[in-house]
């Protein structure tokens, strides 16, 4: 149903304090009256494209590293700090993305991440040695580090009874960059080589480049950024092609906000939401990229072909490993069933804490010997687990915040997911060499931990609506509201 609020509510909402009594709506009551067509299933595909194409180079990461390993004759440490530089990159790159987002729009920011993406990956192709390979991967990392805007683009024109769903539905096409990566590789690498995997590699994030092209500003960005008469016309074509009407009256004006603020991450709603986050996305990437990482390494020793550690091994994947790797990488799907089920009717925290404790389960059965069938369901599973776990928190966190910052609230969760990306591979890549049981255990014990601070996270956003500046509590008196947070402090 289509969120009511009081022309006070209104009024505040959007910054406005002077705001005309005349009829009104704000961008949340148009985006529930407009509902879900054309225009916003253009935003979902090409944004998910976007979503899809950073899949490919994490799972790039995983399938390249034995292929070098061998080319240069590099050590394990080497591999893995392949894997840091790209995710350095991202980490250094996603807090100012969002900065940049809530300042200059979604749509601006992303369009800049692709492009930067895309060429410097395809510079990968050209890279002469191992320290060169290292910097250019570092720049992708920079432009990867703005892609996860897209999940706020997403959010911000997708009407609240579609919004979880469609976002968690991000994990089929992220599924799906990562079958496609592996495909790839299994015909690419052993044919024409690694520099063509990178090249071909970077075709899709052009074509994601393009698609940007023919997408509109969100709207709930340009209203918080006292912009009201382009949003009213976004909303107008967008009404157009989805042959709905808006609300009666007029869009309610904002006037000028400070955007972007890191201080409101802390205020008094927010402050223990935020503590809570940042370590979830730690331990949420250090458990997904760390399997992502970790499946080819524990294939190959499964088969007693793993490395002694000294350096210079040689273990480039077969045509099992694929299989094996595709087969794993289907449980990202299973997943996506569990939060379809549960995400709407148990809410986002108690779905995240089911999850979290499946993946510390799934991980620590992960020392068992066990043969290639029953070490690929595990993989299975714990692939399943926490990428779904990822996801969810990518919803909760665009839902939690207000417009103002939320953009700025993703860059920084993601910068702290990226902090974990960039310490996973040293564990999944090289103490992993050494000690499977100590390196999952490990794993396990961050799910569990990161399960723990779910459970406390202090609020529940399952039908709550998506705030522009402000929200609401209620006062002594039955008919005032208290402003808790405003959007030009």
């Known amino acids: ?18 705001g005309e009594a005349t009829s009104s709506f704000t961008v949340e009551e148009a985006i529930e009256k407009i509902g879900f067509g054309w225009l916003q299933l253009r935003i979902y595909l090409v944004c998910k494209l ?10 790039l990461l995983s399938l390249i590293g034995p292929v070098l390993q061998c080319y240069w004759s590099l050590h394990e440490s080497q591999v893995a700090f392949m894997s840091t530089a790209v995710f350095f990159g991202m980490t250094v790159a996603s807090p100012l993305a969002g900065l940049l987002a809530d300042r200059y729009g979604r749509r601006t920011l992303l369009l800049i991440s692709t492009v930067w993406t895309a060429f410097f990956g395809l510079l990968t192709t050209f890279s002469p040695f191992y320290v060169w390979l290292l910097i250019l991967r570092g720049l992708v990392g920079v432009g990867m580090g703005g892609i996860p805007q897209g999940y706020a683009m997403v959010a911000e024109y997708v009407p609240s009874k579609f919004r979880a769903k469609m976002i968690v539905f991000s994990e089929v096409l992220w599924g799906c960059g990562s079958l496609f990566e592996i495909l ?8 024409l080589g690694w520099r063509w995997l990178f090249a071909i590699s970077s075709i899709p994030v052009f074509i994601a480049c393009v698609g940007l092209f023919f997408l509109p500003e969100s709207a709930r960005f340009l209203v918080a950024a006292g912009r009201s008469e382009e949003a009213l016309k976004i909303l107008q074509r967008t009404a157009e092609i989805n042959r709905e009407s808006l609300p009666p009256g007029t869009i309610v004006k904002s006037k000028e906000m400070s955007l972007g603020s890191l201080r409101d991450l802390f205020s008094r709603e927010y402050r223990l939401t935020t503590i809570l986050l940042w370590p979830i996305w730690f331990g949420a990437s250090f458990g997904y990229y760390g399997i992502v990482l970790a499946s080819p390494l524990l294939l190959s020793q499964q088969k007693a072909n793993s490395t002694n550690g000294s350096g210079g091994e040689c273990n480039v994947l077969d045509r099992e490993d694929y299989v094996s790797l595709a087969t794993s990488t289907v449980g990202e799907f299973a997943g996506l069933l569990v939060s379809f089920l ?6 986002r925290r108690w779905t995240g804490v089911l999850l979290l404790l499946g993946a510390a389960i799934f991980l620590f059965l992960l020392q068992l010997r066990v043969d290639h069938v029953l070490l690929t369901l595990f ?26 910052m939320r953009a700025l609230s993703v860059g920084m969760a993601v910068a702290w997911a ?19 049981p100590i390196t999952v255990t490990i794993y396990g014990v961050v799910c569990l931990l990161c399960a723990l601070f779910t459970f406390l996270l202090p609020i529940e956003t399952m039908g709550r609506p998506m705030m522009q500046s402000v929200s609401y509590e209620p006062a002594k008196e039955p008919e005032e509201t208290t402003k808790i947070i405003s959007g030009n402090t």
């Open 50 to 59: 976007i979503v899809a194409t950073d899949a490919m180079e994490v799972m």
């Open 342 to 347: 549960l995400i709407d009717r148990i809410g």
């Open 418 to 436: 990226r902090l974990a990306s960039m310490i996973t591979p040293f564990f999944a890549q090289v103490l992993m060499v050494y000690s499977v």
């Open 379 to 404: 993989i299975f599973g714990a692939r399943g687990t926490t990428l779904t776990v990822f996801n969810l928190f990518f919803i909760y966190t665009v839902e939690v915040y207000p417009t103002t």
């Open 184 to 191: 790839l590789a299994a015909l690419v690498t052993p044919t």
């Open 1 to 18: 149903m289509p969120l009511k609020y009081t022309e006070e509510q209104k009024q505040e909402q959007n910054g406005d304090v002077e």
